[in-house]
């Protein structure tokens, strides 16, 4: 169960790896936002955050994750820590308990793929195809068995730098956090669903997903180091600049959906997470990029009526 509930985890995480390598371009959308940014100050350095006012008698916290990193790269401070142990339940985008069931699990992999019988064949001219099939072929991955599943989730695992060690070099905020709530015996909960989700997956054309797949293997090189870029940026807390990248400041990419992506998910948040901390003080982990820039939840409590503080949190043990 522990492998099952481990790989419908890093499915659910697509998601948030998509904003990166899918919204690479957004120019467009970062133009269109400028007037309404004018005024907005951009936030300091921090990944961690203290959520009071506006009614709460103790405070919430809200800490930005990067969904996969590598275990020489991956931290977790004392005051994250101390944070973490002081809340009464932990809320992740997506709920890691939803994630755990048996039902999910075959939630998940029904809607990872694409509807009416479509394949990736009938999406890509035969030299594309193959260019895709050897692609996976060096990473393992036989076409044959992801042939039917949705391109744009594709795309990410092509970007993914799987290495000797596979995912097993990796490590997962959500699930490191999900583990030491459980052990402290406190609740979870979510923003979203799991259809909520992968519902995502449905709402761009797959002949565009397609184009996104063969654009993610043409420059599979660059996007590695762009992601290492990302580490980083992650590292150093610098949320306003991973929030430029996810709605991209490259060529390419598809832009036009960054608000799909991110910014009305951002919005759909707030009144759940008010809600949550009037009933209790919650810890909220959700993907860095999601917290900056005049559209990010920071800016959106703050405009609701909460204070929101920077915590400053070395990376140091």
């Keep these: ?184 015996n406190k609740p979870s909960d979510g923003l979203e669903t799991v259809d909520d989700q992968l519902s995502i997956f449905d709402s761009i054309p797959y002949q565009t997903q397609a184009k996104m797949l063969m654009e993610s293997i043409k420059s599979s090189d660059t996007e590695n180091e762009e992601y290492k870029k990302l580490i980083e940026l992650y590292k150093k807390q610098d949320i306003e600049t991973l929030v430029k990248i996810s709605v991209g400041e490259g060529d390419g990419g598809v832009g036009e959906h960054a608000d799909l992506f991110l910014y009305q998910r951002n919005r759909n948040w707030i009144p759940h997470m008010s809600r949550m901390m009037k009933e209790k003080p919650t810890f909220f982990a959700v993907g860095a990029g999601h917290l900056g820039g005049p559209q990010g939840v920071i800016n959106l409590l703050k405009k609701a009526g909460f204070k929101v503080s920077a915590v400053k949190m070395g990376l140091g043990a």
């Design 1 to 184: 169960m522990k492998k099952i509930f481990r790989s419908t985890l890093y499915l659910s995480m697509a998601l948030g790896l998509v904003q990166f390598t899918a919204c690479s371009g957004a120019r467009s959308t970062v133009s269109a936002q400028s007037g309404q940014a004018a005024a907005y100050v951009p936030l300091e350095k921090s990944l961690l955050w203290e959520i009071s006012g506006n009614g709460l008698t103790k405070p919430s916290y809200l800490f930005g994750t990067i969904h996969l990193i590598d275990k020489s790269e991956f931290f977790f401070p004392a005051t994250l820590e101390e944070k973490l142990k002081a809340c009464e339940r932990a809320t992740f985008e997506i709920d890691m308990d939803e994630m755990s069931s048996m039902e999910s699990m075959f939630k998940i992999i029904g809607k990872a793929f694409m509807k009416d019988g479509l394949t990736l064949r009938d999406l890509l001219t035969e030299a594309e195809y193959k260019v895709v099939e050897d692609h996976f072929s060096e990473k393992g991955l036989p076409l044959q068995f992801l042939d039917r599943m949705k391109p744009m989730l594709l795309a990410t695992f092509a970007s993914l730098d799987l290495g000797q060690g596979g995912l097993s070099d990796t490590k997962s905020y959500e699930m490191e956090i999900f583990a030491r709530v459980n052990e402290q």
